[in-house]
């Protein structure tokens, strides 16, 4: 078995991929909630094997040094040479300059579980309001067609979208789970989420309503 050793001077912050992936799904194994632990602290931590123990929730160093390994290959995790703070301020003034990196159309809601949109941008209000009830009405479809799904399909996404002649989505609908609550971000067009706002979005809310 390869003896993992870490290295010196370095903090951790998720990729977006991480992020994403962390994120997409109400349940979560290991590698998932390790970045969800990274991801409610005030800053990126800065690595040591305690921390890591730590955010990993495990007592054997070897173990958790191979857990941080695995994340490093999937490419969920990276080292930075200063740390990031998390973003602060109001919810309401963060999300549309963070939202809006995430189109390439320029259009992109964030909707609660109750279909009613916290941030928009590109979208005319009404748009917005019926876009955000529509991602509602997909939440319980999708819920109650699940087994049909993951079982039968073997389809794991909770995400909709509806597309084009040629497969192309026209408006996406991507569900983020932070903690009980569930919210989805509903963009027109291809959706950049490989960009460093998204893991500050995804930060954002998880300070907030992560308890």
């Keep these: ?94 999300l549309p300059s963070l939202l809006s990196k995430l189109t390439e159309q320029g259009k992109v809601l964030l909707a609660d579980e109750q279909g009613f949109y916290l941030a928009s941008s590109g979208f005319p209000h009404e748009v917005a309001e019926e876009l955000s009830a529509l991602s509602a009405d997909l939440a319980t479809v999708h819920k109650r067609r699940s087994g049909l799904l993951y079982n039968n399909l073997g389809i794991g996404s909770h995400a909709w979208a509806i597309v084009d002649a040629f497969g192309n989505s026209q408006v996406g609908f991507w569900p983020i789970f932070i903690g009980s609550h569930r919210f989805v971000i ?22 907030r309503y992560t308890h």
């Design 1 to 94: 078995m390869a003896e993992f050793k870490l290295v010196n001077g370095i903090y951790l912050y998720p990729t977006p991929a991480g992020a994403y992936q962390a994120f997409v799904s109400p349940t979560a194994d290991k590698p998932r909630k390790f970045i969800q632990r990274l991801l409610q602290l005030a800053q990126t931590p800065l690595l040591t094997i305690d921390q890591l123990q730590v955010l990993s929730d495990i007592d054997d160093q070897q173990k958790a040094l191979e857990l941080l390994h695995h994340c490093q290959k999937l490419g969920w995790i990276q080292g930075v040479k200063a740390a990031i703070a998390a973003p602060s301020g109001a919810l309401e003034d963060l």
């Design 186 to 207: 509903v963009i027109a067009g291809v959706p950049h989420f490989n960009q460093a706002e998204f893991v500050t979005l995804v930060w954002a809310l998880s300070k």
